[in-house]
C-alpha cells in the first residue's frame, strides 16, 4: 500500500519561495504519475501539477511559469519548487501518486 508523506510548506512572503517534498512508500514510484493538488480556504480542490514516469510536466495556467515539479525516483521523491508566490497561491497542498493522496503541507503566503 502506498502512503505519501508531504513536507516543506509553511509561512512566506509575497514574492518568497518555498520547495515542496512528497516521499512515498511502497512500489511502483518509478512508473507511477505523480502530481500535486491544492485546496483554498473554502474553495474546491485545485489541480497544480503533474509528472509521468518518462518526465513530461504539466502546469495549470495559474502557476505557469512559477512552480516547477520533477521527481526522484531513487528516493521515491516529488518536488514542487514555488516561485513568485501570492496570496492567491495560500491553501493546503497535497501530492498524489496515481490516486493515492498524502495528508498534505499547508503554504500560507503572507506579510
Known amino acids: 500500500q502506498v502512503q505519501l508523506v508531504e513536507s516543506g510548506g509553511g509561512l512566506v512572503q509575497p514574492g518568497g519561495s518555498l520547495t515542496l517534498s512528497c516521499t512515498a512508500s511502497g512500489s511502483m514510484f518509478s512508473s507511477s504519475r505523480l502530481s500535486w493538488a491544492r485546496q483554498a480556504p473554502g474553495k474546491g480542490l485545485e489541480w497544480v501539477s503533474e509528472?509521468?514516469?518518462?518526465?513530461?510536466?504539466t502546469y495549470a495556467e495559474s502557476v505557469k511559469g512559477r512552480f516547477t515539479i520533477s521527481r526522484d525516483n531513487a528516493k521515491n521523491t516529488v518536488y514542487l519548487q514555488m516561485n513568485s508566490l501570492n496570496s492567491e497561491d495560500t491553501a493546503l497542498y497535497y501530492c498524489y501518486q496515481g490516486s493515492t493522496r498524502g495528508q498534505g503541507t499547508q503554504v500560507t503566503v503572507s506579510s
Open positions: 509528472i509521468y514516469s518518462d518526465g513530461i510536466t
